[in-house]
């Protein structure tokens, strides 16, 4: 097996705990849009009038119930994430696309900017972790930034789990899947679909099936 550090951009921001591995699951790169805060139920409510876009990606682990995640977003101009005693960001469920729910946690508030990036990490309580362990799994959550041109929400995300389907990066079960890498000093063909399983703090190339 062959080490590499290839990766370390894609997971920079993130804490990873080699104890529990096994139970994380992953929420991959799932776009913040406005069209998803048009919803049906339990009023119909329209999109905001917004060219808002970003993205979240999630990972939780049900041993320690630790949710990570990662934050782009830029509002519509002049707009910041609104401050409010209930904060700014929520995951909400349990909610199909295009109907609202109760929030389920509340986040740490984004900065009052325009657009950024953030990282972070909560505990979840029992309820929360409860909540979160059965509305992830079935996609009936959702992430969203509460803004002060739109304070019902401005930009929204699914928190769709990895499955058959996912694109882009996949991180599950202490196993990272990455398409068309390039890997140096592999000799023959140098780029793969790889397979790359976390070990003690390390990524190592399990699997590197040749791209033709």
Do not use: C
């Not at 101009?77 to 700014?88: F, K, S, W, Y």
Request: aromatic share 8%; proline share 6%.
């Amino acid at each position: 097996m062959k080490k590499t550090t290839l990766l370390a951009a894609a997971i920079a921001g993130f804490s990873f705990s080699g104890a529990a591995m096994a139970e994380v699951f992953a929420f991959i790169e799932m776009p913040l849009t406005t069209s998803q805060e048009a919803v049906i139920s339990p009023a119909p409510t329209p999109a905001p009038n917004s060219n808002g876009h970003g993205r979240i990606t999630a990972f939780y682990d049900n041993l320690t119930k630790v949710l990570t995640y990662n934050v782009n977003w830029k509002l519509e101009d002049g707009a910041v994430p609104r401050a409010h005693e209930t904060g700014n960001n929520h995951i909400h469920g349990p909610a199909e696309v295009g109907t609202a729910a109760a929030i389920v946690i509340s986040l740490p508030d984004l900065p009052p900017t325009n657009s950024g990036n953030v990282s972070g990490s909560v505990v979840l309580t029992a309820g929360q972790a409860s909540a979160i362990e059965t509305g992830l799994a079935e996609g009936r959550m959702y992430y969203n930034i509460h803004s002060t041109l739109f304070g019902g929400g401005e930009i929204r995300a699914q928190l769709i789990p990895n499955g058959a389907s996912a694109t882009g990066v996949v991180f599950q079960n202490s196993e990272l899947t990455l398409s068309n890498v390039l890997v140096p000093g592999i000799a023959g063909a140098q780029v793969y679909d790889a397979v790359l399983n976390f070990t003690n703090g390390t990524f190592v190339l399990t699997t590197a099936t040749p791209v033709r």
